[in-house]
């Protein structure tokens, strides 16, 4: 079946640490993208990529980072900098220039120990 | 920089009643998106919306598009319980490119 898988579920990051969340895609999009959700809000873009080797800040990069090295893999690091980092965070993707939507992962909720 | 407001922010409704969910947005597009998510879940695609004056039905939802307005709506026809969710409008002002999306509206209907 083809879809987006977001790993971990659930994940803790202690004081100072960088940790990894993981989006993979076997649809054969070009765009992905990581939204941030916080409680009782709607989401906010963090970083998007069109294109393998190439992606733009959104509205709230600071404290994140990305890379896509593979089009079917966009992973986020939340690093040390980012402040107050508990939120649920959502991959999707799409293809560019069709009529659809972004489909959307599960989604990784993420909280501060 | 484009904004995106829903109203109401929560509503809460009878089943077997009418309701209108509207979305408002600040700069010019014809691509518009409505999603549901459940709580603790991810978001499910309603509708897509592509050109002014695009409506779209599923079931007891319908969703339309004035693109000249800068307004969609999403109306709720006999609401059940099973749509009970939050929704959110999203827009995009070019193919490909970013979503904004509105702050969502949380929907209750009771018994």
């Known amino acids: 079946d083809g879809g987006i898988t977001q790993s971990p579920k659930y994940l803790f990051r202690k004081e100072g640490q960088n940790v990894t969340l993981s989006c993979e895609q076997n649809?054969?999009?070009?765009?992905m993208y990581w939204y941030r959700q916080d409680p009782g809000q709607g989401l906010r873009l963090i970083y998007y990529s069109q294109i393998v080797n190439d992606f733009q800040k959104g509205d709230i990069a600071e404290g994140y980072s990305v890379s896509r090295e593979k089009k079917e893999s966009f992973p986020l690091t939340v690093t040390s900098a980012q402040k107050n980092p508990t939120a649920f965070y959502l991959c999707a993707s799409s293809i560019p220039g069709l009529q659809e939507t972004q489909y959307f992962g599960p989604g990784t909720r993420l909280l501060v120990l | 920089e484009l904004k995106v407001e829903q109203n109401p922010l929560f509503l809460s409704m009878q089943e077997g009643k009418n309701y209108t969910i509207y979305c408002n947005y600040s700069?010019?597009?014809?691509?518009l998106y409505w999603y549901r998510q459940d709580p603790g879940k991810s978001l499910e695609s309603l509708f897509v919306l592509l050109s002014n004056g695009a409506v779209k039905q599923e079931g007891r939802l319908m969703a339309s598009l004035d693109t000249k307005a800068r307004l969609s709506t999403l109306h709720i026809t006999a609401a059940v319980h099973d749509l009970s969710a939050t929704y959110f409008c999203?827009?995009?002002?070019?193919?490909?490119?970013?979503?904004?999306f509105g702050e969502g509206t949380q929907l209750t209907v009771n018994p």
């Open positions: 700069t010019t597009s014809d691509r």
């Open positions: 649809l054969n999009h070009d765009a």
């Open positions: 999203a827009v995009e002002l070019a193919s490909g490119s970013r979503l904004t």
